[in-house]
Each structure stands twice: as C-alpha cells, then as structure tokens.
C-alpha cells in the first residue's frame, strides 16, 4: 500500500504546526457544506489542517479533534468505485471523508484513533509495519501532550480579574465546559471559562440544532481597564457582568448563564474504623438517633405527675387537678394519681377510725 510521506515542510503557518503524523489528499463535506472538497489534509498533533494543495504553507481549515465521538464506515458507493468513506462525527455535527481506496481509509482512521485515544486499535486490519508507524505515533502524541502541560501556565487564569466574578464562571477547559452545558440544559447555556493561553477568558455557549452546536468566544482584557468581546465588531464592556449581559441582550435571551445548583446530601454519613483489623468503613447514620424523643414528666413530690389526654377519661381512683401556676390547656389536662404506697396507707387508717366509730356508736 503507498502511503504518503511525511516530510517537513519549513516556513509560513505550516511550520508553526504539531508534528505532523500523517497527510493525504481526502475528499470532505462538513455538516453546511452541500458539495465535497478535495482537499490535502494532514494529521498534526491532535488535530486535522486542511489545505488546498499539498504545496501550501497556509491552511483553510482546521478540525480539533478534542469533540471526536466515533469514525463510522459509509457502505454507499462513490462515482470512483476504489474510493472509500467514513464518517467523522464530532459533538457539533457529521464530517463526510472520502480516502482513495480501503486501505487508505483504514489507515487513516488508524492515526485518528490513536492521537484520540493514546493506544493503537486493535479493530483494524493492518500490517505489522503499519501498526509499528501507529505505535511511535502513540507515544509521540503522549510525549507532546506532556511539554505541553509543562509549558502551560499553573492556575488556570494567570490574569487577575477585575471585579466581581459572575456566578457562570467555572475553572474548566472548552471541552469540560461542553460537557457540563450538555449534561445540564436546564441550568443555562453559557459559561465563562479560562482561555487556553491563560492570558484571556472565554464564552462557551450550547444551543439545540438537529444536536448540540458550541460556540467560543474570546474575552480578552484591556491594560487600561474593563474587557473586550473579540468578534468582528470589538464589544467593549467595563466588567465581566457586562460582559454576560451583552451576550444576553445581543441575543434577545436566547442565551442565559449557567447556575448549576450543586446537590446537598441527603443523609448523614461517618466513616469508623474496625479496632481489629483497622478496615474503614463508611457508614450511614439513622434519621431515629437524631430525633427528639418526648419530654420526661417533671417530678414534685412523692406525687407522680402524669400527662393525659383530655379525651381519655381519667382514672376512678385519680382526680383530675391543674397544677398551681400554669395555664390550662384546652387539649391536654395535668392528673396527680397518689402514690400507690400511700394510697395503702390511706386505706388501713380509714379503715380503723371506721372501726372505732362503731364501737363507739355500740
């Protein structure tokens, strides 16, 4: 199989490029486009440059792959019967490519899946020598992924910022911040995040069109104060609160912040650890142990005083009393029952005046 060579290629913006993997002339049709391009397109770093000819310094277009979901064979047949085709989805929407031939295509979606999952796939047929190019492919891109976190700044945002910060702010990166307005369309479709050179900041916002479509939009800072929306007619704001309000106002609405309502545990949870074996265990505490029990009875005397309700009715042996002091409920009533030892002594006593009585009577 001829596949083509990678060769460096000094001066203009290609020189300014990741390492190149791999390139080839592809035929390609975005989501928009109606009619396909031959274009030469080469696979650096983590991303594809398309250019109109493989002599240009200068590309057209360019595709990050960071949105990549799945490459999917396209069986319909093309007016050049060798040619062959697959579909490059993306979070934003569908890419049609055309290689030369089968084995063209199968290389290709070789690279693409090992620059986006770091591993060789092992779901294509290749040849040795192929699956060896793939494997120094693999730990080149790991290797660049790496000086590339080196070079970057340490905070997420080294500017400092002025005024207050909105509550969308969040300390993500563009695709995190693509995941969470997917994850929670309720919660907004607008965030403002840090700018990948950590110099600037960033607009990522989501809308519904047959599928998610993200737009970007650079802040940037001014030194004399306040901050600019970079599009093709500058948008001047003194803070970064105007800066989402512009946002809002430009598009009648259709745009709103991103407030996520972080979630509250529900239960109350302990971690112990086992004096035995020293296991730690997480543990989840019942609701019953922090519930207040009822209020214990006060005690007055030899006197046992016990609540009633008022629907029960009391005792024979108990008379009903309101203790001296305290108002009187109209739903529940205070009853003073003797003490049962007492009561026994009351009885023997009464039985003996009883006794005397009729003797004396006799």
């Known amino acids: 199989?001829?596949?083509?060579?990678?060769?460096?290629?000094p001066g203009g913006t290609r020189a300014q490029l990741p390492p190149c993997y791999y390139e080839g002339y592809l035929e390609k049709r975005g989501p928009k486009e109606k009619v396909s391009r031959?274009?030469?397109?080469?696979?650096?770093?983590?991303?594809?440059?398309?250019?109109n000819s493989a002599k240009d310094t200068h590309y057209v277009e360019k595709l990050d792959l960071s949105g990549f979901v799945s490459l999917i064979d396209d069986c319909s047949r093309d007016r050049n019967l060798e040619a062959a085709r697959v579909n490059l989805r993306m979070k934003d929407g569908e890419i049609k490519l055309t290689a030369p031939n089968l084995e063209a295509r199968e290389l290709w979606k070789g690279f693409l899946y090992s620059v986006v999952d770091l591993a060789v796939p092992t779901t294509l047929t290749l040849l040795p020598g192929q699956l060896h190019m793939l494997k120094e492919v693999?730990?080149?891109?790991?290797?660049?992924?790496?000086r590339s976190l080196s070079r970057a700044p340490s905070s997420p945002l080294s500017l400092p910022l002025v005024g207050?910060?909105?509550?969308?702010?969040?300390?993500?990166?563009?695709?995190?911040?693509?995941?969470?307005?997917?994850?929670?369309?309720?919660?907004?479709?607008?965030?403002?995040r840090p700018g990948r050179d950590g110099t600037s900041l960033a607009v990522t916002t989501r809308q519904d069109l047959n599928g998610s479509v993200f737009r970007h939009y650079r802040v940037t800072q001014k030194q004399q104060g306040g901050y600019i929306i970079d599009v093709e007619n500058p948008i001047?704001?003194?803070?970064?609160?105007?800066?989402?309000?512009?946002?809002?106002?430009?598009?009648?609405?259709?745009?709103?912040?991103f407030l996520l309502e972080e979630p509250y545990e529900e239960n109350i949870t302990y971690i112990s650890s086992n004096d035995e074996n020293?296991?730690?265990?997480?543990?989840?505490?019942?609701?019953?142990?922090?519930?207040?029990?009822?209020?214990?009875?006060?005690?007055?005397?030899?006197?046992?005083?016990?609540?009633?309700?008022?629907?029960?009715?009391?005792?024979?042996?108990?008379?009903?009393?309101?203790?001296?002091?305290?108002?009187?409920?109209?739903?529940?009533r205070l009853v003073l029952s003797p003490s049962p030892l007492k009561q026994t002594a009351f009885t023997e006593e009464l039985k003996q005046k009883l006794e005397k009585r009729r003797t004396s009577q006799d």
């Open 164 to 192: 207050e910060i909105p509550a969308c702010f969040r300390p993500v990166s563009r695709t995190e911040a693509e995941v969470l307005l997917e994850r929670h369309p309720d919660s907004g479709n607008m965030l403002l």
């Open 138 to 146: 693999v730990e080149k891109e790991r290797q660049r992924r790496k």
């Open 278 to 332: 020293g296991e730690r265990t997480l543990h989840c505490a019942p609701t019953s142990m922090f519930s207040r029990g009822p209020a214990l009875p006060p005690k007055a005397g030899p006197e046992r005083w016990t609540l009633r309700s008022q629907t029960k009715s009391p005792s024979p042996s108990t008379r009903s009393l309101s203790p001296p002091g305290s108002p009187s409920s109209p739903l529940r």
């Open 38 to 51: 031959r274009l030469w397109t080469c696979l650096c770093g983590n991303t594809l440059y398309f250019f």
């Open 1 to 9: 199989m001829a596949t083509a060579p990678v060769k460096p290629r």
């Open 236 to 257: 001047p704001c003194p803070t970064l609160h105007d800066v989402i309000n512009a946002l809002v106002e430009k598009t009648a609405g259709t745009l709103q912040p």
